[in-house]
């Protein structure tokens, strides 16, 4: 490739010479200056062929291999969030389940825990005492399991269903999606709540139709001081793929009065009857 272009550039020096000299040989350039000039070309034309970006690629930081940046770049990629998002990313449905699962878990060990605090050593009393005075294993894998197999599912369906329908996040789209969990979202996963725990605690049909009857209405008009903050954030300032762990995220306090309220005693025969 080298002897191509010196061959190159030894005829453009001819022409070049001939036209100005009238002959291949010019009596005004000496041999030493001839061959100066040759390997000037010859230099120049390499430096022609080299990409432009090629010296300031390896110069630049953001191209630098150097130990601190490439060090920096493998943590990134093997830190705790991004390895979170890379499971979020190939598994969804899966993640955002056990999240919510774990999440659910949390919050009931939590008040449990301080319930169990509260009668002993603090002097507050939380709402979530199991009957027993200790803690209660059985509800803590109860509300797992419904984080697991229910809650975490329904937000992955949810959350996609909202974004497709209204796709912007100005301030009126972001109202109606709120209005949308409000009315639709809230009322039916509460619902299931009630229904699966008092389900799993031996209640009969009639039991939950009137556990549903008395706390529902109650419980809704609490979370309506509560979770249009929460999905206001989430809709105007979160990626979609990242909704339901935000949700889950609030929910760790919402659970706390969630738990309380699907640990209350079944309702009696004469609030059956009306």
Request: include cysteine.
């Amino acid at each position: 490739m080298a002897s191509k272009s010196n061959l190159i550039i030894r005829d453009l020096s001819k022409r070049f010479l001939a036209q100005v000299g009238g002959s291949g040989e010019p009596p005004f350039f000496s041999n030493q200056h001839q061959q100066q000039w040759r390997a000037y070309a010859a230099q120049s034309f390499h430096r022609l062929k080299k990409p432009r970006g090629a010296a300031s690629k390896f110069s630049n930081p953001l191209f630098s291999t150097s130990p601190s940046l490439s060090f920096s770049s493998s943590t990134s990629k093997t830190g705790f969030v991004g390895w979170y998002l890379g499971v979020l990313e190939s598994r969804p449905l899966l993640t955002k389940s056990i999240s919510s699962s774990l999440i659910y878990a949390a919050a009931d060990f939590t008040s449990q825990l301080c319930l169990l605090g509260s009668s002993n050593v603090w002097d507050f009393q939380l709402i979530t005492s199991p009957a027993s005075g200790s803690y209660d294993s059985i509800r803590t894998l109860r509300m797992a399991a419904y984080g697991l197999l229910i809650l975490g599912p329904s937000q992955h369906l949810w959350f996609n269903f909202v974004s497709e329908v209204f796709p912007k996040r100005d301030l009126l789209t972001t109202l109606k999606k709120i209005f949308m969990g409000q009315a639709i979202y809230g009322p039916c996963i509460t619902s299931v709540f009630f229904s699966y725990n008092a389900a799993l605690q031996g209640e009969s049909g009639g039991e939950i139709v009137a556990r549903l009857k008395r706390d529902l209405l109650p419980t809704l008009i609490n979370g309506a001081m509560f979770w249009p903050i929460c999905d206001f954030v989430t809709f105007k300032f979160v990626p979609v793929h990242l909704q339901p762990l935000m949700n889950s995220s609030c929910a760790y306090l919402w659970t706390i009065y969630l738990t309380y309220m699907a640990s209350l005693k079944k309702v009696g025969a004469d609030f059956e009857s009306q």
